[in-house]
């Protein structure tokens, strides 16, 4: 059995993630993303699992951020079905919610819902964890947005179901670790590099993937950490680092590059529900 660190409480997204991902799993709960992180540096965990990206509400950057700082390998990706209820304490009318709690992510995934109830919006770190809240202090007038698994856990009742803006509404999670995933036909590989300071750079280095007729997946742009108004690119695209094709595209980027990090490659998505 192998220790699988995860953000939030039991009952947050995350941990069905976890279990989607490993059949057999040791759950540790990690209180942020870093800790989560920490804790597979620090081999008090084998495996980290963290959301990366939202179909509805974008990339997760600090997830992003912590990719580039930790010297870990993305071994495998889950895309997982966020369905989102509205939950408060048992006998409690929807009229009566003045204060809904929740993850940032999850209040921006149900703007079109939450904004009809007028209530305030009030961000925590995690779905979970507000839903613990409103049992362990017993809040009366308050509701969280979390899964319904959080609201069988802490024995809230819900109040509305699927309440998410986009019904196809799915995030993305990968699982980080000190090892390298297996060779897979159907894999992807990720990657985040930073261009030279010349004109066309960015052209240039895409180049290497375009001229080998390699697909791009994903292309996003993050501030760097070393300078201001510097960033840096991440990318994912089809294909192994054990591929021919993919090989060489690399060795073209790193001589066009002026920094290259290998993120992981990984067999590609499966989809789950939640």
Same mark, same amino acid.
Request: aromatic share 12%.
């Given at each position: 059995m192998s220790r699988v660190a995860f953000q939030g409480e039991r009952g947050a997204f995350s941990e069905a993630a976890v279990l989607r991902l490993f059949t057999d799993a040791e759950l540790l709960a990690c209180p942020s993303l870093g800790d989560v992180f920490e804790a597979v540096a620090k081999d008090k965990a084998r495996f980290g699992v963290v959301p990366v990206e939202n179909s509805q509400a974008g990339s997760i950057n600090e997830?992003?951020?912590? +990719?580039?700082?930790?010297?870990?390998n993305i071994c495998a990706e889950l895309d997982l079905e966020i369905n989102h209820c509205l939950m408060a304490l048992p006998g409690e009318p929807l009229s009566n919610v003045k204060m809904v709690y929740s993850h940032p992510q999850a209040l921006a995934q149900c703007e079109e819902f939450l904004r009809g109830l007028g209530a305030e919006l009030i961000p925590t770190y995690d779905t979970a964890a507000s839903a613990k809240m409103i049992t362990e202090q017993h809040l009366s007038g308050c509701a969280a947005v979390a899964s319904k698994q959080a609201a069988e856990l802490y024995h809230?009742?819900? +109040?509305? *179901?699927?309440?998410?803006?986009?019904?196809?509404?799915?995030?993305?999670?990968?699982?980080?670790?000190?090892e390298k995933a297996a060779f897979s036909p159907k894999s992807k590989?990720?990657?985040?590099? *930073?261009?030279?300071?010349?004109?066309?750079? +960015?052209?240039?280095? +895409?180049? *290497?993937f375009a001229t080998r007729n390699i697909n791009l997946t994903k292309l996003e742009s993050r501030p760097s950490r070393e300078k201001p108004w510097e960033y840096v690119f991440y990318v994912d695209f089809e294909g192994h680092l054990e591929d021919e094709v993919s090989r060489a595209a690399l060795t073209d980027l790193r001589a066009k590059t002026s920094f290259l990090k290998i993120l992981g490659s990984y067999p590609k998505s499966v989809t789950a529900a939640s």
């Open positions: 997830a992003y951020d912590l +990719l580039l700082k930790f010297d870990l809230l009742e819900v +109040l509305a *179901a699927n309440i998410q803006t986009n019904p196809n509404n799915y995030t993305k999670f990968v699982a980080i670790s000190k590989t990720s990657l985040v590099f *930073a261009t030279k300071n010349v004109p066309g750079a +960015l052209y240039s280095c +895409l180049g *290497a």
